[in-house]
């Protein structure tokens, strides 16, 4: 178990080996931790289809733990097939430290807007 900023100093019974030295937490609560997820995204369907394959960058997370990997989680995947609607893309996010955070965008998608068919009138010179 790590103990922030204690000094500990060791010695053996017999006297010939000592040690002094000092404990830090790698994990303790004043590390930083942000999620900042991206912006918000409209589009629409293409002309056609159904539906349409999403994309985004990830989240940007930040924080001063050293220790461990950033664990990244979502829910919906990157490049989903999406028909019209709103969708709200979460991310949850842990650090080494345990510590955590989430961030939510909106995904936007609209319908291809109407084709229209119009024939050419050949009209009559006046």
Known sequence: MAISGNNYYFDN???NCNSNFLVENACGSSNAFSITCPDSIYTVIPVGSDSVAIN????VVNTTCTTGNITLTSSMPNGSLLGVGEYTITYQATDGCNQSGSCS??????DSPAVLNMSVLNCPDA
């Open 105 to 110: 965008f909106v995904v936007n998608v609209g």
């Open 13 to 15: 019974n017999a006297g």
């Open 56 to 59: 985004w960058d990830d989240p």
